[in-house]
């Protein structure tokens, strides 16, 4: 009976793998056809991350800070983390102290896309080693 759910468990699994990397191509086309679109970089940005090659998230995520900084409190630590992926340490420094001053300066704020400081204070060091 185990083996009925764990095939159906890989078979949901592996669609919904297939579903994120169609759904990232799909943003991607979005993002290139409308560069101005903050919706479509910051999804083509933040599904790199959660795939392969993510260091290829950094053009999305830069576009999104460069048309509207605050569309996302975490946007700092983002990009932080795709310059990390691309192994460019001193940048990904620079955006997680970034980030880290932000959220040391605004205590109150609860959202979803707020990065707790320990994990923000754990990337800094990974850079610095």
């Given at each position: ?31 290139s ?29 830069l ?24 192994l ?14 932000k959220v ?26």
């Amino acid at each position: 009976m185990a083996n009925i759910y764990l095939e159906q468990a890989d078979q949901i699994y592996k669609q919904q793998k297939e579903a994120i990397e169609i759904a990232k191509e799909m943003f991607i086309q979005a993002a290139s056809l409308d560069p101005s679109n903050l919706r479509a970089n910051w999804m083509a940005g933040s599904l790199y991350l959660e795939t392969i090659n993510k260091d290829r998230a950094l053009p999305y995520l830069l576009k999104v800070m460069e048309l509207k900084p605050k569309y996302r409190f975490d946007i700092l630590y983002q990009i932080g983390r795709a310059y990390h992926y691309a192994l460019d340490f001193d940048n990904a420094l620079d955006y997680y102290q970034r980030y880290q001053k932000k959220v040391l300066s605004d205590r109150s704020y609860r959202g979803k896309d707020r990065v707790m400081p320990q994990t923000v204070a754990r990337r800094i060091l990974e850079c610095k080693n």
